[in-house]
């Protein structure tokens, strides 16, 4: 799976959890959960479970710590498909 | 150095599923997920710990310049608890966080202070949750100014003293909090 095929399964798995439907729409790289999304904190385990689910993998403690913008997340997705 | 977070338990019990697969496991030592369990009100006891684990977390982004996701890197142990009221512990990484946190009906609020400052001195205010908070804020408080400093984090400025103190918002829902030394 490719960088642009993950940011896409990702705004999929995102799109519940935000109000921000501007942000939404313009959605890349740069995108922070919480300051573009207004992702409220006890809602990014939510992400975080719903990206296990549907990359099939699982996120480390250390993993999670990191992923509050696209970017990080999908260099994370990436990595764990890719050491799969 | 403190922190605040506010829970709205009505909004809490619609925004988030603390029962599905694996979500405690995520946030949570295997302590806390005890203590929940254990508890006469779970729901209850799932956001008092998680409001000690943000507030304490919100004087640690602020010394260190971090942002980081680790909440169950956040061992909380509660000493005393009430109907009413919490207090308790936060560690992380070697370093403690004291809690107070006060329970209501329908949200639970908690301060986090890094050293063992009496919680009497600290200041303060709740207020609904609204766009335009920090002008009736200052409205409504002639002696104060909340403002933020070059790096945006908020400030409250004595209009009295000349002095600043460092001051946490905390907002979900309808409720709004804001607490200064």
Redesign the interface.
């Known amino acids: 799976m490719d960088k642009t095929e993950i940011t896409q399964e990702l705004a999929t798995i995102i799109t519940p959890y935000t109000e921000e439907k501007t942000a939404l729409e313009s959605l890349d790289e740069n995108t922070d959960f919480i300051a573009d999304l207004k992702i409220n904190s006890a809602n990014l385990v939510d992400i975080i479970l719903d990206i296990e689910e549907k990359f099939s993998i699982v996120i480390d403690n250390d993993s999670m710590a990191q992923m509050l913008t696209v970017k990080d997340t999908v260099r994370i997705i990436q990595n764990k498909l890719n050491a799969g | 150095m403190l922190g605040n977070d506010v829970v709205d338990l009505l909004l809490?019990k619609t925004?988030?599923?603390w029962r599905?697969?694996?979500?405690l496991a995520?946030?949570f030592t295997d302590a806390e997920q005890q203590e929940i369990w254990e508890a006469e009100n779970p729901d209850l006891m799932v956001w008092l710990l998680?409001s000690m684990k943000?507030a304490a977390y919100k004087i640690l982004n602020r010394s260190i310049e971090q942002?980081?996701?680790?909440?169950?890197?956040f061992a909380c142990q509660i000493s005393k608890l009430t109907n009413y009221s919490s207090k308790g512990l936060v560690c992380y990484d070697g370093k403690t966080f004291y809690s107070n946190s006060k329970i209501h009906n329908d949200c639970v609020h908690t301060i986090a202070l890094s050293t063992q400052h009496p919680v009497k001195t600290i200041k303060s205010y709740f207020g609904l949750n609204q766009a335009n908070y920090v002008e009736l804020f200052n409205q409504n408080h002639q002696s104060f100014r909340l403002q933020k400093n070059n790096q945006g984090i908020p400030e409250m400025l004595n209009l009295c003293s000349k002095t600043k103190s460092v001051a946490s918002i905390s907002h979900?829902g309808k409720y709004l909090f804001i607490t200064h030394l």
């Open positions: 809490a925004q988030s599923n599905r697969k694996n979500y995520k946030v998680w943000e942002r980081f996701y680790n909440p169950k890197a979900h």
